[in-house]
């Protein structure tokens, strides 16, 4: 999760967060290399004091200028193209979730096992425990298996939300009356704090989303308990 002074991604929790980040990488050496290659071309100029006729029109430098720019301009598209199809990839999914956004707080339902569904709220302040996160805290946890893939059908029964994971590069908006779907797979065990990313009304800010990533020994005995209730 993130903390104070944390200018960073957070710890990546999945496949697609890590290419996200890579891209994010590989973006900013390409702006690094162009911002001081210009600095230094503006700071050389500025002291320069020579004057030549021959530089009031040429031809070399102008197509040079207009193609090299283009190639930069290929290097960060092809990457991002692809990126953007591997966050669109849809896999055979192992499991279902569908999240309902609601004001303010989220109903979970586990499609593919019966009477399993819960709402998550907030925990307050006065009812947390002494280690809890104050804000991003949860009464019920979303469980998923982790190393499994997850197809996840957003909606919202009110107002326009977003569900959103940052750990896990996930970020679906939640629509009254249209059915959203994301795909993702987490690569490690762990809880994962995510908040909505819309501005909903408000209490936009008090309906936090909390991820426990879990073996899938314990998830399937987590929902046998949750069927049992």
């Not at 999760?1 to 929790?13: I, Y």
């Not at 207009?66 to 199809?85: D, E, G, N, T």
């Not at 009304?201 to 991820?211: D, L, Q, T």
Request: with cysteine.
């Amino acid at each position: 999760m993130a903390t104070w002074g944390h200018l960073g991604f957070q710890d990546s929790a999945s496949p697609l967060m890590e290419q996200l980040i890579f891209f994010h990488y590989h973006t900013m050496v390409v702006l690094i290399l162009i911002t001081t290659f210009v600095g230094y071309m503006m700071a050389a100029m500025f002291p320069n004091a020579f004057v030549s006729r021959f530089l009031l029109e040429n031809q070399t430098i102008e197509v040079i200028w207009a193609i090299l720019p283009a190639i930069i301009l290929i290097f960060i598209a092809l990457p991002s193209v692809r990126l953007l199809y591997l966050l669109d990839e849809v896999n055979n999914p192992s499991i279902t979730l569908k999240t309902i956004g609601h004001q303010w707080y989220w109903g979970y339902e586990y499609s593919d096992f019966l009477q399993v569904e819960f709402d998550s709220y907030m925990t307050s302040s006065n009812e947390m425990d002494l280690p809890g996160f104050r804000l991003l805290d949860v009464d019920s946890r979303t469980v998923l298996p982790m190393n499994t893939q997850v197809r996840m059908l957003v909606t919202a029964a009110d107002v326009i939300l977003s569900w959103t994971v940052p750990a896990l590069g996930v970020k679906a908006d939640t629509i009254p009356g249209r059915l959203n779907q994301i795909m993702f797979m987490v690569n490690r065990p762990g809880l994962f704090f995510g908040q909505c990313s819309e501005i909903c009304g408000a209490n936009h800010s008090f309906m936090p989303i909390v991820m426990e990533s879990v073996a899938v020994s314990a998830f399937l005995n987590w929902i046998s308990s949750s069927s049992d209730l």
